[in-house]
């Protein structure tokens, strides 16, 4: 399970860029798609735009975007002008040879082609109010307490970081599939969105004067559901609107090969701890040292040096929050568990005690990471690189599955350990890794 630490010292120490920019709105309905892009042709950040324009309408019972600005069914390729202001957008993606800034590091300005193609197609062009109706039909907006007119007033945070995940994950924000769609606009920044409420909870437990100090908020999920890329989102979103943030997994600390070995020789015959993964397999004493020390960064430009493992780092936090339960309830899953659950009550005080905050994603069947997993090799072999063969996945998830089978039930019904249900946020996903309702 991988813990995100969003380290939110302050509030951006210089005032964002107040100045207008144009930019052109366009749906395009092909086959399945219907998306949305603006085109920005200069720097600036998030601020009150579009959403004027919805304050117009938030009395009526069913928000309306129709205006002069934003016509409702203007003809095919008619480009639409607002006035607004975005959060950090450096350059346009009609161009094919602009100038971006590297969003990633803080090395300026390069010289890059765009990632991607403009399509020779002209786009259909509509409202805003298409993409209003797509987001209002998401199904986390109830579980964020967010109204369509709350979605309404912030649609221009939509629109600005729908075209930062754009940008993110290379995609032509004219072509978006559904799918597609449904990631960013009922998943991904949804999610970002409760992140930004528990952000503010956190700040206003201090009082006026104290230094803030970051929020922990955990992701328990299982492997190959989708966490990873969740979190990159995530990172991403706070990158562009200036908060500081830093992600750690709990591969992060795992045993080195020493004492894993170390491990597996004083457990012989148990294939649960055979391998890195399960409870008992973690360096502890590293995770308290290491969450301690985040949890207490305050002032602005403080860093420390976050551990790595020295391979590949794997943001798979699959077992954050895990409850040990009474041994008849483990052992009759497997009995290899037995010794899994005793070390997982030093779980607690190594790691969940830091998170103030958590997000479970939840599967209907635990043999879904076997799928998922499989489809991962696959495609790395499909790609020419090396993977595990299908007897090698099988034999690969069947160390986790016990403790999933175990250890889920719990954690779906009564949250994970120590948590507040207040600030709990359960999102079931289907196995296309897409939420549901």
């Keep these: 399970m991988t813990m995100a630490v969003l380290n939110i010292l302050s509030q ?3 005032p964002w860029p107040t100045k207008t920019a144009s930019f052109s709105l366009y749906s395009c309905n092909h086959y399945y798609t219907n998306c949305y892009m603006f085109s920005c042709y200069d720097r600036f950040s998030v601020g009150p735009s579009l959403s004027s324009l919805s304050k117009a309408v938030i009395g009526s019972a069913k928000p309306s975007f129709s205006s002069p600005m934003l016509p409702r069914s203007p003809k095919s390729g008619t480009e639409v002008h607002v006035q607004a202001i975005d959060a950090g957008l450096g350059c346009s993606w009609i161009q094919d040879s602009s100038t971006c800034p590297d969003t990633v590091s803080n090395n ?3 010289q890059r082609p765009l990632h991607s193609v403009f399509p020779s197609k002209p786009a259909e062009v509509s409202s805003v109010q298409d993409l209003f109706e797509f987001i209002c039909s998401g199904p986390l907006l109830n579980k964020l307490g967010m109204t369509s007119e709350m979605v ?9 970081y729908g075209l930062h995940l754009c940008r993110l994950f290379q995609l032509n924000e004219l072509y978006l599939t559904i799918p597609q769609k449904a990631r960013f606009y009922h998943y991904y920044i949804p999610v970002f969105l409760w992140c930004e409420q528990q952000i503010s909870h956190h700040s206003s437990t201090f009082k006026d004067g104290e230094e803030v100090t970051p929020i922990v908020i955990g992701f328990s999920a299982p492997q190959g559901c989708g966490k990873t890329t969740l979190v990159f989102a995530l990172e991403y979103l706070f990158k562009v609107t200036r908060r500081k943030s830093a992600t750690v997994s709990i591969d992060d600390f795992y045993l080195t090969a020493d004492d894993q070995a170390k491990l597996r ?26 969450l301690t020390a985040l949890s ?40 290899q568990l037995e010794i899994v659950n005793q070390n997982l009550e030093a779980y607690y005080d190594a790691w969940d005690k830091f998170i103030k905050a958590w997000i479970v994603i939840k599967i209907k069947d635990p043999n879904c990471v076997y799928q998922w997993r499989l489809q991962a090799e696959i495609a790395m072999r499909a790609d020419g690189k090396p993977g595990m063969s299908d007897e090698e996945v099988m ?43």
């Design 12 to 14: 951006p120490t210089t």
């Design 108 to 110: 300026g300005r390069r």
């Design 152 to 160: 309404a007033e912030s649609i221009d945070k939509w629109l600005a």
């Design 265 to 290: 020789e004083s457990k012989p015959g148990n294939a649960l701890l055979e391998l890195r993964g399960n409870a008992g397999s973690h360096d502890l004493s590293f995770s308290v040292e290491t």
């Design 296 to 335: 207490k960064l305050t002032k602005e430009g403080m860093k420390m040096k976050l551990p790595r493992y020295d391979k590949v780092i794997l943001f798979e936090g699959w077992m954050l929050g895990f409850k040990p339960l009474p041994v008849e309830v483990v052992t009759p899953v497997d009995p």
């Design 395 to 437: 034999d690969f998830v069947s160390r986790y599955l016990p403790a999933y089978k175990a250890y889920l039930p719990a954690l779906y019904s009564e949250g994970p350990n120590g948590s507040d249900p207040e600030r709990l946020l359960v999102i079931e996903i289907d196995e296309g890794r897409n939420p549901i309702p």
